[in-house]
T-cell receptor, first 111, second 111 residues
Framework: GQQLNQSPQSMFIQEGEDVSMNCTSS?????WLWYKQDPGEGPVLLIA?????ELTSNGRLTAQFGITRKDSFLNISASIPSDVGIYFC???????????FGPGTRLSVLP | DTEVTQTPKHLVMGMTNKKSLKCEQH?????MYWYKQKAKKPPELMFV???????INESVPSRFSPECPNSSLLNLHLHALQPEDSALYLC??????????FGQGTRLTVV
């Protein structure tokens, strides 16, 4: 079936550093989503991307829809302790189809 | 109102019990979802309701029974569960199949 890979699996960074993570697939997707999940809570939608090459920001977060439509990237600038959590990407092949979730990137921020 | 509300937040039930999880949204969304999430894993789709009709059942055992009484409410009825069904159960909604907004989840423990 459709599978998404996320890299890195986990990362430890110092507070104030920038973070980059990505989500890749062997298939083309037409919508990419990025979610953040805190322990014991539901995922929170951060950014939605609908067009190849699109670059969208939400505060310190910036996400890009890869031009091949097989990947997406999320950057966090000047990380803070509350950025800790698991970041999931999700892709949708065609409108109305279900989203496929990646395995997640676990982010830890050291003070 | 931009929330998906789930009750209860925590539930402990015996293997012979019958219980229900509830989900409510007032965003006018016409697609509603149940996901199951095990620790350190991404959410796994269980059911999709579209315009109050069950459109997808991802081969979920019959001990899980969804119900959509109206466009704002989604229930998940539980009966004769097994300990391996213990997980975080997430409800989500979307306008018509686009980016979904998640509730905070119900942490279910089957004893």
């Amino acid at each position: 079936g459709q599978q998404l890979n996320q890299s890195p699996q986990s990362m430890f960074i110092q507070e104030g550093e920038d973070v980059s993570m990505n989500c890749t697939s062997s298939s083309i997707f037409n919508t990419w989503l990025w979610y953040k999940q805190d322990p014991g809570e539901g995922p929170v939608l951060l950014i939605a991307l609908y067009k190849a090459g699109e670059l969208t920001s939400n505060g310190r977060l910036t996400a890009q829809f890869g031009i091949t439509r097989k990947d997406s990237f999320l950057n966090i600038s000047a990380s803070i302790p509350s950025d800790v959590g698991i970041y999931f990407c999700a892709g949708q092949k065609n409108y109305g189809q279900n989203f496929v979730f990646g395995p997640g990137t676990r982010l830890s921020v050291l003070p | 109102d931009t929330e998906v509300t789930q009750t209860p937040k925590h539930l402990v039930m015996g293997m012979t019990n019958k219980k229900s999880l509830k989900c409510e949204q007032h965003m006018g969304h016409r697609a509603m979802y149940w996901y199951k999430q095990k620790a350190k894993k991404p959410p796994e789709l269980m059911f999709v309701y579209s315009y109050e009709k069950l459109s997808i059942n991802e081969s979920v055992p019959s001990r899980f029974s969804p119900e959509c009484p109206n466009s704002s409410l989604l229930n998940l009825h539980l009966h004769a569960l097994q300990p391996e069904d213990s997980a975080l159960y997430l409800c989500a909604s979307s306008l018509q199949g686009e980016a979904a907004f998640f509730g905070q989840g119900t942490r279910l423990t089957v004893v």
